[in-house]
């Protein structure tokens, strides 16, 4: 048997997944050896999914005290204020959110060993595993890339999961598939060299239709809608492209960049777009580094200039067009072919999972069925039997959405009945999906830095109250969504529900106490139609008596069939604010202790836990990863040398200052190719005959290690020797060091 | 073999409590640091998953918790659960031992919990031990044959008891698990004793 996960799957895994792996686990060992910046291996690992969780600066307050937690680091940290130890999360990206059986075996396999035996759909497609140890992480991701799943670019500053409909290809009023194109887009993206400087992470969604629009494209800093243009009588797929959304804090609708861009131009576009934001995007400032405030501040008419002219200029990429070769011939494989409902007797329960759980497909006898996940929580056992239900019913044809859920397409119409029979022996029939009981809640204090208010907590005691009333509430109500964020930072998506909540906390008598922020009226139509009102916080432990409140009183007070969003418009911010005004009384400490408690908790609330959150990532520039590939690369270099391999250690020492070279040309010209006659030349003439490479001491000597090494070539007809190659090895890092210092000096010069 | 991932469970023969009861009880649990030489760090509420994790007690060693489903043999039953996920050392019998003292260790306290006060009741003669160290072992009878030697000697040792039987759940998916019986099992008071003491030896 294998004795490490690295020989057993060897053959498994795709050789790019592989390598990445082995590349991060030489970080992780530079980090532990304190050769690596704790900066920029914290964006390193982002970068690969892995991020961090509350409580890991070490500290956490108990209910009585703030105390210390001991974790065994010795003061090696994985991050700015992260201590090493410090469980930790791992956010692993489900493209387009499709997924396979065996994913999902693997999936809980890895939550069985590494995690908490849970699987987290987030609200961005992506599955979480919390308590994860960074000393596992290059093996969970080793396990996940056999089954042709990466983690790399899930967090950081990078494009994060493409998101799409999770019903695309089965909808009834799709335009098109919109499947292949947000794969395609999303492996295209992947580690793209024009996707890695960016100030802040860039988000981009898929829908296939405008009117439902389950892509939520009007929120996104990238997003599609399918469209079709006749061009010369010929039907040319495209989309109806936006750019510029995002919520946070405050959220910004995207802006309309084309009616109609042919999809052949969606690669091109993007990264044009992608070119324009690393560029001129905000990177000192993180809080309006999103692209969305560099399309407010532009506009969007100079905004779209800009891509236009980066458009003109970008080198072409035969990418563009081979990624989407395939998209006409892209269909899923039903496990059975379609039959209409006989007349199986119906268990009871089926009628009302069926109404809500159960939507229709557009092609005929098939059904799409939603699993409505208690806050998007999923056992391994469930995820097991889960596995092996959909191998028999649907193939490979799994989904995660946004709302948290999972979706089983192309489930025969006439398997619905055994389909419900087995998804309730493993308690996955619950019905309600899309429904008021089916609430979407970030993670809030229970695992993130950043939480303010338990989202988790509130969301859970909302779905259980909701639930247990369902039956009595009036129609109107039941198709309110409800989403809850821990902050104002809306990972729950809270501005594009009906009834929206994001944590904050109020001074009470010297107490802090627990409050949410309702905000009423958003719209989940359209792609995230528009977004709520602030009405005013309430106390954490009054929210459900509010939503009572707030649905009886539209109940009673609607005009018609008028929508929850017109009627929060027509009786308007300073009403719906006097109608929660008693909500907002706070006993006091005295009078009721667990006001000052915050849900699914039991310490008296404090905010003291909140810690330097790492969704904005740590803004790395370029030159500083390049020269961290290039330490990396000479690590390597000593490895072989270590090993004896003295041929492979020379030329990983030669190619560790072309990486430095070429990452100094790129600061000046960015598309500079990799071949190393081009690169050398470049950094002779921008670098070396300008002198910008010259220190004060040594003058320009290191740059001449590169020169001598480059015009050597393959034409010595010495074999490496352990001399020789201990000496490139040297004189590699002395040029890397000088490569810092060229950088260093650089930056300190006057902006012209 | 290096087995690190080893879980214990201990099922309750009464548990007449609801699991939300438990947030406070492993708060306060933290706050005493009532687990000797545990590194706490939270409380993750579970409650709303069906047949999952319950209440979990989070440690930098491994997870404790009062598990509704989610460690199962054939079928969900409700017991307290040790999943150790750091690294542990010395040889198989004595990582079982850990994992086992800890299962017990918690499961004293909850049956001492003066918040659940005789509403929770945990038997020694029947528990849980499940590997999930996949690289290792999968669930087979080949792991089983190569394991059983070590969780007889582990039990008999921390028991006492002169007669036990082991019998693996089949479930190819999942780490190796084994259900073992165990005749003339002390009370867990008694087991607790056990195994201080031979902790302290």
């Known amino acids: ?752 | 073999m290096d087995f690190q991932h080893i879980t214990i469970k201990l099922f309750a023969e009464r548990a007449d409590f609801e699991l939300h009861e438990l947030v406070p009880v492993f708060h306060r649990y933290i706050q005493r640091n009532a687990l000797p030489g545990v590194m706490m760090i939270d409380v993750a509420d579970y409650a709303h998953v069906p047949e999952g994790p319950g209440v979990m007690l989070i440690a930098h060693e491994g997870h404790f918790s009062f598990d509704v489903g989610a460690i199962r043999g054939d079928s969900a039953e409700p017991g307290v659960v040790y999943a150790n996920k750091r690294k542990a050392t010395g040889e198989t019998v004595d990582r079982i031992t850990r994992s086992l003292s800890f299962a017990v260790q918690l499961a004293s306290l909850l049956e001492n919990e003066p918040e659940l006060a005789d509403r929770v009741k945990f038997s020694t003669s029947r528990m849980l031990i499940r590997f999930d160290d996949f690289l290792l072992a999968g669930n087979d009878k080949e792991s089983f044959e190569a394991v059983e030697a070590d969780v007889v000697r582990a039990l008999y040792a921390t028991t006492g008891s002169k007669s036990l039987s082991l019998s693996p759940i089949n479930n190819p998916k999942t780490g190796l698990t084994v259900e073992a019986t165990i005749d003339g099992a002390p009370p867990l008071a008694d087991l607790v004793a056990r195994i201080t003491d031979a902790a302290v030896a």
């Open chain 1, 1 to 752: 048997m294998s004795d490490s996960w690295k020989q057993r799957l060897i053959d498994e895994m795709p050789a790019d997944l592989a390598r990445e792996v082995d590349v991060f686990e030489q970080q992780m060992q530079l980090r532990r050896d304190s050769k690596l910046d704790e900066k920029i291996f914290a964006e390193t690992r982002l970068r690969r999914g892995i991020y961090g969780q509350r409580y890991d600066n070490g500290q956490r307050h108990d209910g009585v005290a703030e105390r210390v937690l001991p974790f065994p680091s010795d003061g090696l940290t994985k991050g700015p204020e992260t201590v090493w130890d410090a469980p930790g999360m791992m956010r692993i990206k489900i493209p387009f959110g499709g997924l396979t059986p065996d994913q999902l075996d693997l999936l809980a396999e890895v939550a069985d060993e590494y995690s908490d035996s849970i699987l987290h759909i987030t609200t961005r497609q992506d599955v979480q595993l919390h308590y994860v140890h960074i000393e596992d992480t290059p093996d969970l991701m080793r396990r996940l890339a056999s089954v042709g799943i990466t983690t790399r670019e899930a967090c950081g500053n990078s494009v994060r999961n493409v998101t799409c409909c999770p019903i695309a290809g089965v909808c009834r009023e799709e335009t098109f598939d919109v499947t292949p194109y947000s794969k395609a887009l999303a492996y295209f993206l992947l580690g793209h060299p024009d996707c890695q400087d960016f100030g802040r992470k860039v988000k981009v969604a898929f829908s296939g239709c405008a009117g439902n629009g389950c892509g939520l494209t009007t929120m996104h800093d990238l997003g599609y809608i399918a469209r079709v243009k006749e061009v010369d009588g010929e039907k040319i797929n495209g989309f109806e492209t936006y750019v510029g959304g995002g919520l946070g804090p405050v959220p910004h609708m995207a802006k309309l960049l084309y009616e109609f861009m042919p999809a052949d131009e969606m690669m091109p576009v993007a990264l044009a777009v992608c070119r324009v934001f690393a560029r001129l995007g905000e990177k000192q400032n993180r809080n309006r580094a999103r692209l969305k405030f560099l399309v407010a501040k532009l506009g969007i008419d100079e905004f779209k200039k800009l891509v236009e002219e980066e458009r003109k200029i970008l080198p072409h990429d035969d990418a563009w067009i081979s990624w989407l070769t395939d998209v006409d011939q892209y269909k899923e494989t039903p496990a059975k072919d379609g039959v209409p409902l006989n007349g199986t007797a119906k268990p009871d329960g089926y009628d009302a999972w069926a109404a809500t759980n159960a939507y229709q497909q557009s092609q005929e006898n098939y059904v799409t069925v939603t699993l409505a996940l208690p806050l998007g929580d999923i056992t391994t056992h469930q995820a097991r039997e889960l596995a092996d239900i959909t191998r028999r019913y649907c193939g490979d044809n799994l989904r995660t959405t946004v709302e948290q859920n999972l979706v089983m397409r192309w489930v025969s119409e006439a398997d619905l009945v055994d389909l419900y029979k087995e998804l309730e022996a493993i308690g996955l029939a619950e019905p309600g999906a899309g429904t008021i009981v089916d609430i979407t809640s970030c993670p809030g204090t229970d695992t993130c830095k950043l939480g303010i208010a338990s989202s988790r907590g509130l969301a859970a005691e909302l779905r259980t109250r909701l639930a247990a009333k369902n039956a009595s509430l009036d129609d109107a109500v039941k198709n309110l969504h409800i989403k809850v964020s821990g902050c104002f930072n809306s990972c729950g998506q809270h501005h594009v529900a009906d009834l929206g909540f994001y944590g904050n906390s109020r001074n009470i008598g010297g107490f802090t106490v627990p409050h949410f922020q309702v905000v009423l009226g958003g719209k989940w139509e359209d792609n995230g139609g528009s977004y709520g009102l602030a009405i005013g916080a309430v106390p954490s432990k009054r929210i459900p008596d509010t939503v009572e409140l707030i649905t009886d009183w539209y109940v009673a007070e609607r005009q018609g069939a008028e929508s929850f969003q017109d009627f929060i418009k027509r009786v308007g911010k300073k009403t719906a604010r006097a109608k929660l005004e008693p909500m907002m009384a706070v006993p006091s400490h005295d009078e009721d202790r667990s006001f000052y408690v915050d849900w699914s908790d039991a310490r008296e609330f404090t905010i003291g836990d909140m810690g330097i959150g790492e969704c904005a990532g740590e803004v790395v520039s370029q030159i500083d990863f390049d020269l961290s590939n290039a330490e990396r690369e000479v690590f390597e270099a000593q490895l072989a040398l270590d090993d004896t391999h003295y041929d492979q250690a020379e030329s990983k020492a030669y190619n560790a200052m072309l990486i430095a070279a070429r990452g100094l040309v790129k600061k000046q010209w960015q598309d500079v190719p990799e071949d190393a006659d081009t690169v050398v030349k470049e950094f002779r003439a921008r670098y070396y005959d300008t002198e910008l490479f010259f220190d004060k001491y040594a003058k320009g000597k290191f740059a001449h290690y590169l020169f001598a090494r480059h015009d050597q070539g393959d034409a010595n007809g010495t074999a490496p020797s352990v001399d020789s190659a201990r000496v490139l090895i040297e004189e590699a890092q002395l040029f890397i060091e000088a490569a810092h210092a060229c950088d260093t000096r650089m930056a300190a010069l006057p902006v012209s």
